[in-house]
């Protein structure tokens, strides 16, 4: 019904940036809002942030707040998550998942790869 495909991962230095994309396709008028969520090696599911599919409210954990952005071209079934001063520690598999009208779960993507190196 709804499939999300992130994009936009890759190495980059300690305080650089890099942009992820969650493009939505199937039956994006039935998302509610788009999260994004982290899994680094070794470590637990971590929340990431959260934006209406409105693009109108947004929110960003603590752990990177000041930091990271959520966003959405609003001309694109796509959902941003820019990524600014990036450290080490945000080295995960940063996945993206629709909360969908109707459905009791949420729907995944496969997920893109950050990798911060020193």
């Known amino acids: 019904q709804v499939q999300l495909a992130e994009s936009g991962g890759g190495l980059v230095q300690a305080g650089g940036s890099l942009r992820l994309s969650c493009a939505a396709s199937?039956?994006?008028?039935?998302?509610?809002?788009i999260n994004w969520v982290r899994q680094g090696p070794g470590k637990g599911r971590e929340f990431v942030a959260a934006?209406?599919?409105?693009?109108?409210?947004?929110y960003v954990a603590a752990s990177v707040k000041g930091r990271f952005t959520v966003s959405r071209d609003n001309r694109k079934n796509t959902v941003y998550l820019e990524m600014n001063s990036l450290k080490p520690e945000d080295t995960a598999v940063y996945s993206c998942?629709?909360?969908?009208?109707?459905?009791?779960?949420?729907?995944w993507g496969q997920g893109t790869q950050v990798t911060v190196s020193s």
């Open positions: 199937g039956d994006t008028l039935s998302i509610h809002g």
């Open positions: 934006i209406t599919w409105s693009g109108i409210s947004t």
């Open positions: 998942n629709a909360e969908v009208t109707g459905s009791v779960g949420r729907y």
